[in-house]
């Protein structure tokens, strides 16, 4: 029994899935090149997140100081405001016992 099969279109069926398969390999390749160049903005985008906390504690640090130097300074003001206001006071006494010496 003499039977040919013709193979042609098993051949065109196997260049097909070949050329599919070398496609889905070039878009695996793509992915993952780009899941790297993301990968790598992430870690910098971390390290810049990192960078600005630190930058950040140290402003809240110094904002804290800042604070207390204000207090002290009105701290300060106030005894110098109940001083001057003391030393009014005594100079008004002072007149007013040269004043009763003069009468």
Not at 18 to 47: F, N, P, Y
């Amino acid at each position: 029994i003499g039977c040919k099969l013709d193979l042609q279109p098993l051949h065109s069926v196997i260049t097909y899935l070949l050329r599919k398969v070398e496609d889905q390999s070039q878009w695996i390749a793509h992915g993952q090149v780009t899941a790297q160049r993301l990968q790598v903005r992430l870690e910098a985008s971390e390290k810049r997140t990192v960078v600005n906390e630190k930058q950040m504690e140290a402003m809240a640090w110094r904002i804290s100081a800042l604070e207390a130097q204000v207090q002290r300074m009105s701290e300060a003001q106030a005894q110098a405001e109940e001083q001057r206001v003391a030393d009014v006071a005594g100079a008004r006494r002072g007149v007013h016992d040269v004043l009763r010496l003069l009468e």
